[in-house]
T-cell receptor
């Protein structure tokens, strides 16, 4: 069974440029998460989807970040414009059930963003 | 709000030695606790999780963790370290469907 797929794996951009990350969760998984992991830190949740609905986006900086999960499958996270402080690894995760606190989250390999 | 604290950002052991990675939690409700491992340039992989069943939880790769309510701890152990165990380890607590991670402990294993 294929795991969570993310692309690109690495991205280097100039500040003020836009950037987009793509995630394809494990087939059949209803819940999708985007996390940001700063250097030397643990991941922090940006947004959680249950099917097509963003049920928790309280930590998403909405002035420059946006996300979508059309048809409840794959998802795109966008930053426009990027700032130096956005340099981090962006991780996508998925879990089978919706609304299950103990359900295992499966993580993709992440996209490492460097903003120059 | 729930949180976890990982004591020691770096732990070094010799191959074959006991591995002990410390995690303490803060929670006003019975917590659900997780240990994840992250190898270089890879995503996080679940090692084990505590969901209020048995207090001693066995995971993959020979790791286990014991939930101790009296000490608010969920330390990760492995009797004998292997070189392949070198990685970053994260403790996490589940809060309203999201994971709250600690800052991680980097495990180095020397031959």
């Amino acid at each position: 069974e294929a795991g969570v797929v993310q692309s690109p794996r690495y991205k280097i951009i100039e500040k003020k440029q836009p950037v987009a990350f793509w995630c394809n969760p494990i087939s059949g998984h209803n819940t999708l998460y985007w996390y940001r992991q700063n250097l030397g830190q643990g991941p922090e949740l940006l947004i959680r989807y249950e099917n097509e609905e963003a049920v928790d986006d309280s930590q998403l900086p909405k002035d420059r970040f946006s996300a979508e999960r059309l048809k409840g499958v794959d998802s795109t996270l966008k930053i426009q414009p990027a700032e130096l402080g956005d340099s981090a690894v962006y991780l996508c995760a998925s879990s089978l059930l919706a609304g299950a606190t103990t359900d295992t989250q499966y993580f993709g390999p992440g996209t490492r963003l460097t903003v120059l | 709000a729930q949180s976890v604290t990982q004591l020691g950002s770096h732990v070094s052991v010799s191959e074959g030695a006991l591995v002990l990675l410390r995690c303490n939690y803060s929670s006003s409700v019975p917590p659900y606790l997780f240990w994840y491992v992250q190898y270089p340039n890879q995503g996080l992989q679940l090692l084990l999780k505590y969901t209020s069943a048995a207090t001693l939880v066995k995971g993959i790769n020979g790791f286990e963790a014991e939930f101790k309510k009296s000490e608010t701890s969920f330390h990760l152990t492995k009797p004998s370290a292997h070189m392949r165990d070198a990685a970053e380890y994260f403790c996490a607590v589940s809060e309203t469907h999201k994971l709250i991670f600690g800052t991680g402990t980097r495990l180095q294993v020397f031959p």
